[in-house]
Every structure is written in structure tokens, then in C-alpha cells.
């Protein structure tokens, strides 16, 4: 039983660092073909870098931190993160800074 009650809180704890962050907005950075800078919810600055050596979500002025991704995973979340702005609805990324990890992207509800 005490197992089962740890695991239980040790998933709950898991869940609890993770952070939504919503993009409302998404703008080609002059000079790439392949970078945006994104409008969200935190109070820093958050790029998008789809075309440099690193890939991926790039948090701060001077890229404090990132997370990178694959380039599969870069160019499909750049497509689904078009398809939510076409629809006029923001975008939830649920990301895990500590482990510098992209939980899950989806339309926000």
C-alpha cells in the first residue's frame, strides 16, 4: 500500500513542474526563413528556432535556456502552432524547464 501511495505522489509531483505556456501570436524574424518570435503568456522573451544549429524553444533575451528538439519535431510544431493562430485560438505548450523537455503542444481550449 505504501507503494502504491508513493507512486501516486511521485506522479503528482512529476505533473506539478510542468508549465503551460500560451502563444497568441507567432512572427517571422527578419533575415530566417525559419525563426519566430512568439507572443506568450510569460514574461520573457520566447523564439522559436527552427533553422539554426539548435533547434527549438529559445527562452530569454540573451537564450538563457532552451529546449531543444529534433527537426521533425521543430517543423511540426511550427505547422500545428500556424493551424491554431489560422483558427484564431492560442496554442499550449506544456514544458518541463528543469528537464528542458516539450511535454505536449496542442490548440488551447
Known sequence: MKTVFMLILAFALFDATALEIQVSRMKKVAGYSDRYDLRTSLDEKVVLDC???????????????AIMLEEWQCDELTQEM???LNQFKRHCLEVDRER??????????
Open 51 to 65: 533553422q539554426s544549429f539548435i533547434q527549438g524553444l529559445i527562452f530569454g533575451t540573451l537564450g538563457e535556456s
Open 82 to 84: 500556424k493551424k491554431s
Open 100 to 109: 528542458a523537455v516539450l511535454d505536449s503542444q496542442h490548440s488551447c481550449p
